[in-house]
């Protein structure tokens, strides 16, 4: 089966939360992804570094964010150290494809991390076998998934402030842990998913800010609502 990349609107002009550095060459690329999800990532490489396989790193995170914020500058910063580096957009996540948006799938978010590695292994101006990967805060957990299972990942670095597996195991502060309330959980989650299809429509987690929310309504013009089906 032919691998078919979706057709993504990237922006030409810088537009990152830090400045641009002056020792680092930068350009936008695409990689699609085991799902069929077509990937945006920016790419960090070294000026001067003419005719030279370099090691390359992977860069993603934090839970929720896009490549202009942190994971832009933790790319941009290794470049200046001599690394070529991206950091690419998840998923369903700001210039990357799939649909619904804003969604957040560990098994997708961790293929992510490796079909950068699949990227980065077919340059060739990068060493595959000095390929690592860094995930911030929640894609540390997703960074540490990926390494698992694929043996071409030669480092990785999770930089995480909490133990995010305990977290979703037994909620913020441990306030879960207990029988009663994981099924509290397990029950409230599984009867959002009704009401979710009966709406025809996907809710937002909470605490996410208005733009978000409009943009949901917009994409829905566009996608339309879920679609069902009634017997005949």
């Known amino acids: ?40 990532a920016d790419l960090y490489r070294p000026k001067g570094a003419v005719d030279e396989k370099l090691t390359a790193i992977v860069v993603s995170g934090p839970f929720g ?27 369903f996540t700001g210039e990357s ?7 957040v799938s560990p098994g997708i978010n961790t293929e992510d991390f490796s079909a950068a590695v699949d990227y980065l292994s077919t340059r060739a101006d990068v060493d595959p ?16 998934n990926a390494a698992a299972n694929d043996p071409r990942i030669k480092a990785t670095v999770a930089s995480t402030m909490y133990d995010i597996s305990r977290v979703n195991a037994n909620g913020y502060f441990d306030a879960d842990d207990s029988k009663e ?29 208005d733009v978000l929310r409009k943009m949901r309504r917009s994409m ?5 609502p879920i679609v069902t089906s009634s017997p005949t």
């Open 1 to 40: 089966m032919t691998m078919k990349m979706e057709k993504l609107h990237l922006t030409s002009e810088w537009d990152k939360t830090f400045p641009k550095s002056d020792t680092v060459d930068h350009e936008k690329i695409e990689f699609i992804n085991r799902y069929g999800v077509t990937l945006a």
């Open 220 to 224: 829905s013009k566009i996608t339309g």
């Open 181 to 209: 309330a994981r099924n509290a959980v397990r029950r409230q989650l599984c009867a959002q998913r009704t009401k979710d299809y009966k709406e025809g429509e996907y809710a937002l987690a909470g605490g996410l800010p």
């Open 97 to 103: 494809g799939g649909f619904p948006r804003n969604v």
């Open 65 to 91: 964010a896009v490549k202009e914020q942190s994971s832009g500058l933790y790319a941009q910063e290794l470049a200046e150290r001599g690394f070529l580096t991206i950091a690419f957009d998840p998923s």
């Open 129 to 144: 076998e000095r390929v690592g990967i860094l995930g911030i805060c929640g894609w540390g957990g997703m960074a540490v």
